[in-house]
């Protein structure tokens, strides 16, 4: 044991020397955005009492339907299983590398039998010979005195963390898609309602018009203006009946399961309460928060950091590298004799290879590291860049979807008493029915926007929960109080 340990000394000594690294400080780039969102109403640089990205999808959408249909897509869909298994080949990926950084121990025991034919032995005479042996041995260990291993296993850190950022930007789209999806379903469930309950008034109208025109009190081209309305809202209930078959579709694919009727939506005010929560008067906050709620903003950050790393690995190459194989143990003829003293056996191999001349390969590995890190870099200050215009777009259309909201109703109101005027006037002899026919038609076209612009409000504050980073915890998180300053 004393000779093994005398052995494997020079290792253990050059391991500890080991500290050198010549991976380069990773310092965070500057933001490439200015200070406030753009079409932010609030005080410039005030934080919100609670962070988007801290309130729990389920304190959002409350609809049930809603809340079972997204807890099926996280159980379910294929796009976050993937990004699961993704972290967890990444996971295998970082160990593999890290191990790197600690020599591979191994036990190995041997035996071998030659026979020597008495032609071929110098003593003239058959020899049998027998050897064996055991011992514990080290291959190949890379002394990191440059830090090329450790750079590499930074790498490695950083990619799995990326990954698991790719794995939460997943989950933070998934549930965003789910909602916008139930909120289309329900918005074209309200369009096919109220296009079948048109067909039907206007069936109803041309069936009289008929009757009058038989009785010489309608022209021909009343009862052509009262069919064409017929057909077009026709057209529209095919239209839209296709249209929900394909929402339907749309939520089987995104649930990654068959969707129970009972979870369908029937109308848009399933989900009013979504303009009554809390993302309807909750400020943005601070632009520099999306730096640690956004996961994607994250992902590409620790890819840079990635890129960063491995220039200190491209570094190293200009650099000798020393490896070591060494091994100690026990060695007889006899099997019986092999741990008798006088039987121990080792051997030390020491490799030091010094870079001379590779026509210039490790030069343009190093200045492809550095064109990655820079890539790496302009692809976080895109993402960043991205996400503020996202953030910003929210915004402004927020307060604009408001009013336009507003005037939408008041403008159906307004059909509404025009639509029933004319039918009070038809009804008086003072008008014709084509009014009639007009004012509906009007009526039908203000319902249908209305509902638009209901579908664009809601599916706003998704998008400005999603965009914040939030969708990602199932519950709210605490709010913690902070010291006045």
Not at 306 to 334: H, K, M
Request: aromatic share 6%; charged share 20%; with cysteine.
């Amino acid at each position: 044991m004393r000779r093994i340990a005398f052995t494997l000394a020079p290792v253990a000594l050059a391991a500890a020397l080991a500290g050198c690294s010549l991976m380069p400080a990773y310092e965070r780039p500057a933001l490439p955005v200015q200070d406030a969102y753009a079409g932010d109403a609030g005080a410039a640089g005030t934080a919100a009492e609670q962070a988007v990205a801290d309130i729990g999808w389920r304190d959002v959408f409350r609809s049930p339907q809603l809340q079972q249909l997204i807890a099926m897509s996280l159980a379910n869909n294929r796009d976050l299983r993937v990004a699961v298994l993704n972290i967890e080949k990444a996971r295998a990926q970082y160990q593999v590398q890290d191990a790197a950084r600690l020599p591979t121990v191994s036990a190995t025991a041997s035996g071998t039998g030659s026979r020597t034919p008495a032609d071929l032995s110098s003593t003239g005479d058959a020899l049998i010979a027998h050897q064996s042996s055991v011992s514990l041995g080290i291959s190949a260990y890379e002394l990191d005195l440059f830090g090329r291993v450790r750079s590499l296993s930074a790498q490695a850190l950083q990619e799995f963390l990326s990954t698991s950022e790719a794995r939460r930007a997943t989950q933070v789209t998934l549930v965003s898609e789910v909602a916008t999806a139930y909120l289309t379903l329900a918005a074209d469930q309200d369009r096919l309602t109220l296009a079948r309950q048109t067909l039907a008034d206007q069936s109803e109208a041309l069936a009289l018009q008929r009757r009058l025109q038989d009785l010489g009190q309608a022209s021909a081209l009343t009862v052509s203006q009262a069919r064409t309305s017929v057909e077009t809202a026709r057209v529209d209930v095919e239209s839209y009946t296709s249209q929900v078959a394909q929402d339907r579709n749309a939520l089987v694919l995104l649930i990654g399961a068959p969707v129970p009727d009972a979870l369908l939506p029937d109308s848009l005010l399933a989900a009013a309460d979504l303009t009554e929560g809390q993302l309807a008067t909750i400020p943005p906050g601070l632009p520099s928060q999306l730096l640690q709620r956004r996961p994607d903003i994250v992902e590409a950050e620790h890819d840079l950091k990635a890129a960063n790393a491995y220039i200190g690995a491209a570094r190293a190459a200009f650099y000798p590298r020393i490896s070591l194989t060494a091994s100690a143990g026990t060695a007889s003829s006899e099997l019986s004799h092999l741990f008798k003293a006088g039987s121990g056996a080792w051997t030390f191999a020491p490799q030091i290879s010094v870079p001379i001349f590779d026509a210039g390969t490790n030069r343009a590995n190093l200045a492809a590291a550095k064109a990655s890190r820079d890539i790496a870099q302009a692809q976080y200050e895109k993402a960043i860049q991205t996400a503020f215009r996202e953030v910003s777009d929210a915004l402004v259309q927020r307060g604009a979807l408001s009013r336009q909201l507003d005037a939408q109703r008041a403008l159906v109101e307004a059909n509404a008493d025009s639509y029933r005027l004319s039918q009070a006037r038809f009804k008086a002899g003072v008008d014709s029915h084509l009014t009639v026919l007009s004012s509906q038609l009007s009526l039908y076209a203000a319902q249908q926007n209305l509902i638009g612009t209901q579908l664009s409000q809601m599916t706003n504050l998704v998008t400005f929960y999603r965009t914040l980073g939030g969708g990602w915890s199932e519950r709210s998180e605490p709010v913690v109080a902070q010291a006045p300053r």
